[in-house]
């Protein structure tokens, strides 16, 4: 289907379950329109609509489920979200980060996050422990390229579920009292 800048004019529109990414960016522009959105998908995110997209998804106030998938690993994902985004519950990124965003932890109501093929080489860790409403922490495929990952006494208060898998340079998972 040719949606392209007749996108924003479903303005009703609460769900996006796949959105593949167009070269020119003109869909990016377009879902800034649809205040009302609540689940959004992204497949095929090239690094350079980052900066359109952040300013896009910065429009939805009511955004409570985020997928962002990138077209290869080359591709980074350098995301601006105001510290509005308190409505986030679920978000998944799949693709390099080269760093942990600095949103992400200030996300009061995330409830799920998952990272994916972000071949991050610091501890992501320590800036996530303290999120309040975090039960479901998955870090797999290469998300994480140090040799420790290390949870610290008093963080993640609310975690009940952890996925650590193929990351393949982790040798030890430190768990303090």
Known sequence: IQLKDSLGGMTSLQKIPSLRMDDDGVVIRELGKLKQLRGLSI?????????????????MKLLEKLHIDTIDNNEVIDLHFM??????????????????????????????????CSYLTTDPLD?????????????????????ILHFQD????????LE????????????DR
């Open 83 to 116: 510290s509005s985004r308190s409505a986030l519950r679920k978000l998944c990124l799949n693709g390099n980060l080269n760093r942990l965003p600095d949103w992400i932890p200030r996300l009061q109501h995330l409830v799920k996050l998952s990272l994916l």
């Open 43 to 59: 497949t095929n995110f090239k690094g350079h609509h980052g900066s359109t997209l952040s300013s896009s998804i910065n429009e």
């Open 154 to 161: 008093g963080g993640f208060i609310k975690l009940k579920e």
């Open 127 to 147: 800036s996530l422990k303290d999120m309040p409403s975090l039960l479901f922490l998955s870090i797999s495929h290469r998300a994480y390229e140090g040799k």
């Open 164 to 175: 650590l898998k193929y990351l393949y340079k982790l040798n030890s998972v430190v768990i």
